[in-house]
Nanobody
Framework: QVQLVESGGGLVQPGGSLRLSCAASGSIFSINEMGWYRQAPGKQRELVTSITSGASTNYADSVKGRFTISRDNAKNTVYLQMNSLKPEDTAVYYC???????????????WGQGTQVTVSS
């Protein structure tokens, strides 16, 4: 069984920073792409950023230059450093990862439980 556990959300003032973490655990053979999505109230879930196993990254235009994704393959963990936060960044942030578990032939996409990020003064 594979699970993703997120941490690091909270309340921050505009212009502040937060760092989210997401650790994968369980019967993991390999991890391909990892990423972060977010969902604000009344809106659809949207891709924020992703990172491949080779460390190639992709960012939504709205977060370019402010957010940085990274991963520690030895720890099966992906991070999201969020700087210069704006009220419109307020959302539940979800991590995901394409993981091949032992005993399987293909990777499946797994999701974390979500962590609330609120940007407000």
């Amino acid at each position: 069984q594979v699970q993703l556990v997120e941490s690091g959300g909270g309340l921050v003032q505009p212009g502040g920073s937060l760092r989210l973490s997401c650790a994968a655990s369980g019967s993991i053979f390999s991890i391909n792409e990892m990423g972060w999505y977010r969902q604000a109230p009344g809106k659809q879930r949207e891709l924020v950023t992703s990172i491949t196993s080779g460390a190639s990254t992709n960012y939504a235009d709205s977060v370019k230059g402010r957010f940085t994704i990274s991963r520690d393959n030895a720890k099966n963990t992906v991070y999201l450093q969020m700087n210069s936060l704006k009220p419109e960044d307020t959302a539940v942030y979800y991590c995901n990862a394409d993981i091949r578990a032992y005993g399987t032939m293909w990777a499946s996409r797994y999701w974390g439980q979500g962590t609330q990020v609120t940007v407000s003064s």
